[in-house]
């Protein structure tokens, strides 16, 4: 999964040191994540040329997306987003399906559900 980003290290440190995510790699315009069988990269949105979807949009970013991140701590991940000013949109609940899980934005508007394993 590839999110275009305003800041490619303000969300390197929110997805790292909130959400709590590995990095992969990173350089000076992308950084990646890699967990379970998936990959996230995160790239600046100045790396869009002019004949790209993205280029010069102008509405919210994800609208009709969301993202589901799957975590090990669920209580420490809600901690930490609480602690760092999270746009929290759903409180830590536990789902009819026995999983636990919140939802939140991150720095550029994406709209995330982490949930438990």
Same mark, same amino acid.
């Given at each position: 999964?590839?999110?275009?980003?305003?800041?490619?290290?303000?969300?390197?440190?929110?997805?790292?040191?909130? #959400?709590?995510?590995?990095?992969?790699? $990173?350089?000076?315009?992308?950084?990646?994540?890699?967990?379970?069988?998936?990959?996230?990269?995160?790239?600046?949105?100045?790396?869009?040329?002019?004949?790209?979807?993205?280029?010069? $949009?102008?509405?919210?970013?994800?609208?009709?997306?969301?993202? #589901?991140?799957?975590?090990?701590? #669920?209580?420490?991940?809600?901690?930490?987003?609480?602690?760092?000013?999270?746009?929290?949109?759903?409180? #830590?609940?536990?789902?009819?399906?026995?999983? $636990?899980?919140?939802?939140?934005?991150?720095?550029?508007?994406?709209?995330? $559900?982490?949930?438990?394993?």
């Amino acid at each position: 999964m590839q999110l275009y980003v305003n800041d490619v290290e303000k969300s390197l440190l929110f997805y790292e040191e909130v #959400i709590g995510l590995k990095l992969y790699k $990173r350089n000076m315009h992308a950084a990646r994540f890699n967990f379970d069988q998936f990959s996230l990269l995160l790239v600046s949105d100045s790396r869009l040329n002019e004949n790209h979807y993205f280029y010069n $949009r102008k509405e919210m970013k994800g609208n009709g997306f969301e993202l #589901i991140i799957v975590v090990n701590r #669920i209580e420490e991940v809600y901690e930490r987003c609480k602690e760092n000013r999270c746009t929290i949109q759903e409180e #830590i609940q536990t789902y009819p399906w026995e999983m $636990r899980g919140f939802k939140i934005v991150d720095p550029d508007g994406y709209f995330l $559900r982490i949930t438990s394993k």
